[in-house]
Each structure stands twice: as structure tokens, then as C-alpha cells.
């Protein structure tokens, strides 16, 4: 088993296993809520594109004449990212080798999406993500995040999520967090079956910085923006003023 416990090359480890494993129900629901959401934006940002799981449904969403920037710094999942979208053909987004703090997009835009990113980002960091997002989207445009899960740095004994199977074999997680001060480390190990063999597992390690609702609804309100009281479940949304 190859562990991983720097967390820099933690996708370098899971991006081959990301769509695998990710659960259908949640990808679901988040697709959902973003048809909901978003049904007028016109030019959207995705901050954390990853493997495009979300960046399709933006695209599909789309009325005619928008375009979606999708942002993604880490190279491997943007190989995925580009890979699943040159298959759509030619749609109208650009993918953005930067990070949230350096991507650069020309006039203003109606939202601005992060799903399954904010754990990445401390207390400092958010703050500096409103401050350089929330002024570039139009009055009324959205900042739409998924709920983060724990709400509080409590320890997370080790969940097994099962995954897909591909052929002959099958994919599965297994998932824990220990509390680090008012951070999480969690471990995750991705493993591969064939039959009731363990073919292989590979393990990564990464701090995750927990933010409650509360924290959240407190950091939009000071960037200048106002929370969307009825955002689908699993999503929080704030519309800027």
C-alpha cells in the first residue's frame, strides 16, 4: 500500500478514481440544485472543476450566448476536466489552469460555483476568495457552495463508501478524519476488488478546514451579499447586493 501523507499529491493519487467513487445520489442532487439555481446565468465561473462531474450540468444549463469558466489548478483532474469536454464537441467554456486566487475573467459574471472545494480553503483563504469574487458578479449574481459535512472539527471513524465496477472489477473508499486543533486530516484509501480479491489500495492524506453554515452565512454577509433562503438541500447560495 502506498501512502500519501504531504496531501500536495492527493489527487495525483484519487483523480483516477474520482468519477469511480463519487456517490451517484449526491452527484444527482447537486445537478439538481444547480438546474434550479441557476436557470438565468448566462456567464458562470466553476472554482474547482475537477473532473467536469458539475461543469456538464452548467454547461447544459446555459442560455444562448453564455459560457462557463471552469477553473482548475491541479493537472491531472484538468487532463480528466478536458478530456470529458472536448467529447461535448465544441461548448462554450474555457478551462482556467489557475487557482481561485489568480484565475482572471474579463467583466462581470452571474455566478460563481465551488462545489467540493471549500474544505481546501482556511479561514484567511476564504475571506480572500469573496473578496476577489464577490465584487466581479453582477447585482443580484450567485455565489453557490455545497454544504460542508462535519459542521464542527469532530473526529470521523472509517466509513466505507462503495463505489462503480468497471468490468471485472469494483471500486470502493474507505473514509476517516481525526481532529488536528480546528482542522480535520482526513485519510482516504481507495481500493479495487475483483471478486472477493483485494487487488490493490492506494492511501492519501490531506488537512480539511471545516466551515459551519453559521461561519459561512457571516463571511458572504460581510463580502456584501445576502443568503438565497430557499437554496436546494445539500446547497447553501447568497446573492450579492
Do not use: K
Not at 157 to 163: C, K, L
Amino acid at each position: 500500500m502506498m501512502t500519501d501523507t504531504s496531501g500536495a499529491s492527493g489527487y495525483a493519487v484519487n483523480a483516477q478514481y474520482y468519477d469511480l467513487i463519487f456517490p451517484s445520489a449526491h452527484r444527482d442532487a447537486m445537478r439538481a440544485a444547480l438546474g434550479a439555481l441557476l436557470g438565468d446565468a448566462a456567464r458562470v465561473v466553476e472554482i474547482g472543476s475537477g473532473t467536469g462531474l458539475f461543469t456538464e450540468t452548467l454547461l447544459a444549463g446555459l442560455p444562448a450566448g453564455g459560457e462557463v469558466f471552469a477553473v482548475e489548478p491541479a493537472p491531472v483532474m484538468r487532463a480528466a476536466l478536458t478530456t470529458r469536454l472536448a467529447a461535448l464537441g465544441d461548448p462554450p467554456v474555457t478551462v482556467l489552469p489557475d487557482d481561485a486566487l489568480t484565475a482572471e475573467v474579463d467583466g462581470p459574471v452571474d455566478a460563481v460555483v465551488m462545489l467540493h472545494v471549500l474544505t481546501h480553503f482556511s479561514a484567511a483563504d476564504r475571506q480572500a476568495v469573496w473578496r476577489r469574487w464577490v465584487p466581479r458578479l453582477r447585482t443580484g449574481g450567485l455565489v453557490v457552495v455545497d454544504v460542508q459535512a462535519p459542521q464542527e472539527p469532530v473526529a470521523v471513524p472509517a466509513t466505507v463508501m462503495p463505489g462503480r465496477a468497471l468490468g471485472r472489477r469494483r471500486y470502493d473508499t474507505v473514509a476517516e478524519a481525526a481532529v488536528d486543533g480546528d482542522r480535520l486530516v482526513w485519510t482516504v484509501t481507495y481500493r479495487v476488488h475483483e471478486g472477493d480479491r483485494l487487488v490493490s489500495e492506494e492511501s492519501v492524506s490531506f488537512p480539511s478546514f471545516v466551515a459551519s453554515d453559521e461561519v459561512l452565512h457571516a463571511e458572504l454577509r460581510e463580502a456584501g451579499c445576502e443568503p438565497v433562503t430557499d437554496a436546494p438541500a445539500g446547497v447553501l447560495a447568497w446573492r450579492r447586493r
